[in-house]
């Protein structure tokens, strides 16, 4: 099933890939997680580490000759690293998934001048850890790209929710909240 889900998703996101770009964004996150082995006594603790996401992108909207804005729409497919932290042990995930941009450049004789950001939402589907347990994220963030530059600056607030399988009988509920930074470009 994962498989189907995994490949439907990098197909559905694949639309006019000859137009895309691969772009990268390295990072770090910075949050907590909160394992919940019975209800009554959940266990909160802070976590971080580093993040790595690989994405294909259509080129971004062109700044308009004369004052104004222009926006666009955008699906873009992603996989995903990182490294959770915390003061007991580390964990690697592996992700896949996709992100929906609304995408604007804008001239203005203001105190922004020109200017070219995105606002986005994101879903990704994740494997944590040694015993591969599935997880699901959903994120929120934006860039803004630095000058003329191709270099971007960026974050986004990420929940995870996650079944950790601790041995072969027993399964606790993971919540993780994290905020994270990063410097992204093309390639």
């Keep these: 099933m994962r498989i189907l889900v995994l490949g439907g998703l990098l197909i559905g996101t694949s639309v006019a890939h000859g137009e895309r770009s691969t772009a990268i964004h390295i990072g770090g996150m910075f949050g ?40 666009d729409f955008a ?24 992100r929906a941009e609304i995408r604007m450049a804008v001239r203005s004789g203001g105190i922004f001048g020109n200017a070219q950001f995105s606002f986005y939402g994101a879903g990704r589907l994740l494997v944590i850890g040694d015993h591969k347990d599935t997880a699901v994220e ?3 963030g934006t860039y803004v790209y ?20 601790s041995s072969m009988y027993t399964r606790n509920r993971e919540l993780g909240v994290f905020s994270s930074a990063y410097l992204g470009w093309t390639l």
Aim: aromatic letters at 2%; hydrophobic letters at 45%; zero cysteines.
């Design 32 to 71: 907590a997680t909160e394992n919940a082995i019975d209800d009554e006594h959940p266990l909160m603790m802070m976590a971080g580490g580093p993040r790595v996401t690989l994405a294909w992108e259509n080129p971004m909207p062109v700044i308009p000759m004369t004052a104004g804005r222009t926006v």
């Design 75 to 98: 699906l873009v497919p992603e996989l995903t690293a990182a490294a959770i932290l915390n003061e007991q042990h580390g964990e690697v995930m592996l992700g896949v998934g996709a």
């Design 138 to 140: 959903g994120a929120m």
């Design 146 to 165: 630095l000058g003329k530059t191709q270099i971007r600056f960026g974050g986004e607030i990420h929940l995870i929710g996650r079944e950790q399988t």
